[in-house]
Every structure is written in C-alpha cells, then in structure tokens.
C-alpha cells in the first residue's frame, strides 16, 4: 500500500530459491507444476448474498454528487476495487470492515460476499477470465471465490501481505508479503512455490504480460526481474541503479519490455526487463519538502504508468503533481497540478486521457498531450483510496474513506 493511503488511513545479496511453479509457454497445467507442498485446507462456506445497501446519485448529501451509483455496504473505508475483465460488468470492493463485496455495477446489487477475513480487505481483483476473484487482508489470509457458484473454493494464510495479482493467461496467483517473499499458487490446486530475497518488505509486484517474468520492488529500493519458470533472478538493480527508498509502485508497457518504479525517494525509474538496464531517471525539480528539523523531505511516488497509444509516461506525487514525459527523449512535457496529493493514476486503454484519484476526494481526468484537465468529478467525502476504469474509458470506480464506492460516468467533447 503507498504512501498516500497510509497518510490517509493510517494503516499499519544472493538471491536463494526454495520451489518454483514450471510455466510452460502457454497456460500451465497442473501436469506442468513441480513438487506440491502439504495440502491446504479448503474452505466451502459461502458468503451470504445481499442487495441491499446502495443508493442512487439522488440520495447523497454530499454537496456535489457526480457519480450515476453509490454502493454503502461496506461499514468502513473502502481501501481497494476492481472491475471483472472479461465484461466490466461487476466490480469487487474490499475494506476496513473486514469484508469484500462483488457487486454490479450497473444497479449496486450485491452479487455475494466474500466473508472470514481477519483484517482490513486490501486486495481483492479477478483472474484474467473473470471466473475468480482472490481477496487478501492486511493479516496474510487470502482468499479465492468461483464466482458462477459464489463460494470460497481455496485459501491459504502467509505474512502481512503487500500486494496481490493474478497471472495474465492462467489461474496461478501471485502475493508479496512483509518478509521480503513472492509466493506463487496454482489454484484451487493449491500448489505453492515461493521466491526469497533479502529480508525487507516486497512492496510491489507486477507480472509481466509474457506471464513468464514478474517485477517485484522491495523496501530497500532494489527491483528484481523474476523468471517464473526457471525460478531465479535474472536480474536485479540496486544500489546506485537501484532506488534509495523503498518501491511504492510499479508499471510496465504494453509488451512488457520497460517497467516504469516510483520510490518514496522521490524519483522514478526506466528499466528495460529484458536487459535489466537503467534506461531514465525522472525527478521533478522544487518538489522537495522542508521537514520541522530542517531536513529535507522527500516527495514520494505514489503512482506510474504507460499511455498505450503515444510515448507518454506519468509519475504522480504525493504533493499533488502529476508529471507527463515523453518516452523518447525523457523530457517533462507537462506538469500538473492537482488540488491534493494524488493516491493512484490510470492511463485509458486506447487515448491520450490519464485518470488521477486525491485526498481531495475528485476524480481528475487530464489529456496527456496538452497536460491540461479535461474534467473533474465529484461527489465523495472523504480521500479516494483507489479507482478503475473500463477499456472504453466511459465509466470508472472509485473506493473511498468515506465508506462508499462510486461508479461515475465519464463524459468528453471529444466522444
């Protein structure tokens, strides 16, 4: 989780390999996994399905509401969402009250509900066909859910979980956790392999779109490039090439062959993955903030992305700016200003448009190539903690302090 939502909400060498699971070149079959582990316990108790608890746009006291639904079952802050991708129909929501929901986005209707967590619901996402969702709390338990049966069909309990992702082409589940592992599961299989490193947090992980390789950042500043089939480390930077503070987030372009890090250093990087060369360094100069000691503070990264239709990059600032540079030459295009410091960035999958969520509680849609706002959108109370958006770029999500997620409709000249 980064910086911005921990100041929000207030949460709390050699590389050595044990297992591996053997990813073929096309989706892995369990004939294709290596030694299974002990077995797991499965848990077949479904969540209790439940359609109440949302309201329309009309029903809120905000003073501006611009959001076409509300969804208010969860009873605290609403710390992560996402949309199923083979449909973008349905949303999953995870919070503060121990739960997740998944829900659909076209009325709020409960679909089921992803009981027996132990803490806040940080992760929760679908498997690349839709047929899963896996939620994780801050604790270590996570979850997996059918979702055409609506029950929990697997679970397994590991460290305090930093991030959690499916794999692109295959039902195989990727988790980072506080001691520095990667763990990797085939599901509902549940056979479990997991990468070592150093003994520091692995703050962020991304598979890479081949499905062979993952990134995965660490507290110390150092990136490694994992070779899911053969097990190693192909690469690692740290050091000076490295960052010094620790990873807040990760990106990689649509090939996977650059991945882009941001750090609590202030800066973000350029990495070639198949090099594992250092390719840019992004600062944005006068950012930097005085503390009460006189010690200069840095202004962390909070978010990173890849526009997928020119040579754009963002970088997102916990002070608020948003920095577009362009890929090619590495210069700052443009440098904007949000009202807040900013949580999380999205790029829409096929324009120009970047999406930023803030403290502020607005949506902020900015066009890439001009670097001017294109529109704002709000209606929550409280910081926004995360948002997606659909492939077509009509329509986002928004999961909130204040308790609620939002669906917004997303409306531009150009369209």
Same mark, same amino acid.
């Given at each position: 989780?980064?910086?911005?939502q921990e100041n929000a909400i207030e949460l709390h060498g050699d590389e050595e390999i044990v297992e591996v699971i053997d990813l073929d070149e096309t989706e892995p079959g369990p004939e294709d996994l290596a030694d299974v582990l002990d077995d797991v316990d499965f848990e077949e108790d479904?969540?209790?399905? *439940?359609?109440?608890?949302?309201?329309?746009?009309?029903?809120?006291?905000?003073?501006? *509401?611009?959001?076409? $639904?509300?969804?208010?079952?969860?009873?605290?802050?609403?710390? %992560?969402?996402?949309?199923?991708?083979?449909?973008?129909?349905?949303?999953?929501?995870? &919070?503060? *009250? *121990? =739960?997740?929901?998944?829900? !659909?986005?076209?009325?709020?209707?409960?679909?089921?509900?992803?009981?027996?967590?132990?803490?806040?619901?940080?992760?929760?996402? +679908?498997?690349?066909?839709?047929?899963?969702?896996?939620?994780?709390?801050?604790?270590?338990?996570?979850?997996?859910?059918?979702?055409?049966?609506?029950?929990?069909?697997?679970?397994?309990?590991?460290?305090?979980?930093?991030?959690?992702?499916?794999?692109?082409?295959a039902p195989v589940l990727l988790a980072g956790t506080d001691d520095g592992n990667m763990w990797m599961w085939k599901v509902p299989a549940g056979d479990c392999k997991t990468f070592q490193s150093a003994a520091c947090q692995a703050t962020s992980g991304k598979v890479l779109p081949d499905?062979? /390789?993952?990134?995965?950042?660490?507290?110390?500043?150092?990136?490694?490039?994992?070779?899911?089939?053969?097990?190693?480390?192909?690469?690692?930077?740290?050091?000076?090439?490295?960052?010094?503070?620790?990873?807040?987030?990760?990106?990689?372009?649509?090939?996977?062959?650059?991945?882009?890090?941001?750090?609590?250093? &202030?800066?973000?990087?350029?990495?070639?993955?198949?090099?594992?060369?250092?390719?840019?360094? +992004?600062?944005?100069?006068?950012?930097?903030?005085? @503390? =009460?000691?006189?010690?200069?503070?840095?202004?962390?990264?909070?978010?990173?992305? +890849?526009?997928?239709?020119?040579?754009?990059?963002?970088?997102?600032?916990?002070?608020?700016?948003?920095?577009?540079?362009?890929?090619?030459?590495?210069?700052? !295009?443009?440098? %904007?200003?949000?009202?807040?410091?900013?949580?999380?960035?999205?790029?829409?999958?096929? @324009?120009?448009?970047? @999406?930023?969520?803030? $403290?502020?509680?607005?949506?902020?849609?900015?066009?890439?190539?001009?670097?001017?706002?294109?529109?704002?959108? !709000?209606?929550?109370?409280?910081?926004?903690?995360?948002?997606?958006?659909?492939?077509?770029?009509?329509?986002?999500?928004?999961?909130?302090?204040?308790?609620?997620? =939002?669906?917004? %409709?997303?409306?531009?000249?150009? /369209?």
């Amino acid at each position: 989780m980064d910086n911005a939502q921990e100041n929000a909400i207030e949460l709390h060498g050699d590389e050595e390999i044990v297992e591996v699971i053997d990813l073929d070149e096309t989706e892995p079959g369990p004939e294709d996994l290596a030694d299974v582990l002990d077995d797991v316990d499965f848990e077949e108790d479904p969540g209790n399905a *439940d359609d109440e608890g949302w309201e329309t746009d009309n029903e809120m006291e905000a003073d501006q *509401d611009d959001s076409e $639904l509300t969804f208010s079952s969860h009873k605290g802050s609403v710390f %992560c969402v996402s949309l199923d991708p083979a449909t973008n129909t349905m949303a999953v929501t995870g &919070g503060e *009250d *121990d =739960k997740a929901y998944v829900w !659909r986005v076209s009325d709020g209707e409960v679909l089921f509900e992803c009981t027996g967590h132990k803490d806040s619901v940080t992760c929760a996402l +679908f498997s690349h066909d839709s047929s899963l969702v896996a939620t994780g709390d801050m604790s270590g338990m996570i979850k997996v859910w059918k979702v055409e049966t609506k029950e929990e069909i697997w679970s397994f309990e590991v460290g305090d979980l930093e991030w959690l992702e499916w794999h692109p082409c295959a039902p195989v589940l990727l988790a980072g956790t506080d001691d520095g592992n990667m763990w990797m599961w085939k599901v509902p299989a549940g056979d479990c392999k997991t990468f070592q490193s150093a003994a520091c947090q692995a703050t962020s992980g991304k598979v890479l779109p081949d499905g062979k /390789r993952a990134v995965v950042g660490y507290e110390d500043g150092s990136v490694r490039v994992w070779d899911l089939k053969q097990g190693n480390a192909v690469h690692v930077i740290k050091g000076q090439d490295g960052h010094q503070g620790a990873l807040t987030c990760l990106a990689c372009n649509k090939d996977g062959s650059l991945v882009l890090t941001g750090s609590v250093d &202030g800066g973000a990087k350029l990495i070639n993955t198949i090099t594992g060369k250092v390719l840019g360094a +992004f600062t944005v100069d006068g950012i930097a903030k005085g @503390s =009460k000691d006189g010690e200069e503070e840095t202004n962390s990264v909070e978010s990173v992305g +890849f526009c997928n239709i020119l040579p754009l990059i963002a970088v997102a600032y916990l002070d608020g700016t948003l920095a577009i540079y362009d890929l090619s030459t590495q210069i700052l !295009r443009h440098r %904007c200003q949000d009202e807040a410091g900013i949580v999380h960035l999205q790029w829409e999958e096929s @324009s120009s448009v970047v @999406s930023t969520c803030s $403290l502020d509680g607005a949506l902020r849609l900015w066009d890439g190539r001009s670097g001017n706002m294109v529109s704002e959108y !709000r209606g929550h109370t409280a910081e926004i903690l995360d948002f997606t958006i659909n492939r077509e770029g009509t329509m986002a999500v928004t999961a909130s302090g204040d308790n609620q997620a =939002k669906v917004f %409709c997303l409306q531009r000249p150009d /369209r």
